[in-house]
């Protein structure tokens, strides 16, 4: 039964990093294709990537300011997913082993 658990905390980690990547790569379509920034969804993609991909921002800075962030908002969502698989894989790891009763 400990083992169920374990897989179920891998499955939320991978599920709730998969959602943090997706808002963030939202962001970044809002930004490539020059969103309203005072509406309230690009509002809340925003200060997603800022609460979560802060890490790559300005960490691009090319001529054109757009493209910049663009690439820092994918660059932070691919981070997310691959911490995540990572974490829920090293969690399915760690899951104690039923052992089988021999009779």
Known sequence: MTA????II?????????AVAAL???????V???ANPHNSLVE???SIRDSFG??????F??????????INDVL?????VIVGSLVSKLIVRLAPTSKAKTS
């Not at 169920?4 to 897989?7: E, P």
């Not at 802060?54 to 960490?59: A, N, R």
């Not at 932070?76 to 997310?80: C, N």
């Open 44 to 46: 809340f993609s925003a």
């Open 54 to 59: 802060g890490f790559t921002k300005d960490l």
């Open 61 to 70: 800075t090319k001529p054109n300011p757009k493209m910049a962030e663009v």
């Open 76 to 80: 932070a969502a691919l981070v997310w």
């Open 24 to 30: 963030i790569v939202v962001h970044a379509a809002f």
């Open 10 to 18: 891998a499955t939320v980690v991978r599920v709730v990093a998969s």
């Open 4 to 7: 169920r658990v374990f897989d």
């Open 32 to 34: 490539l294709f020059e």
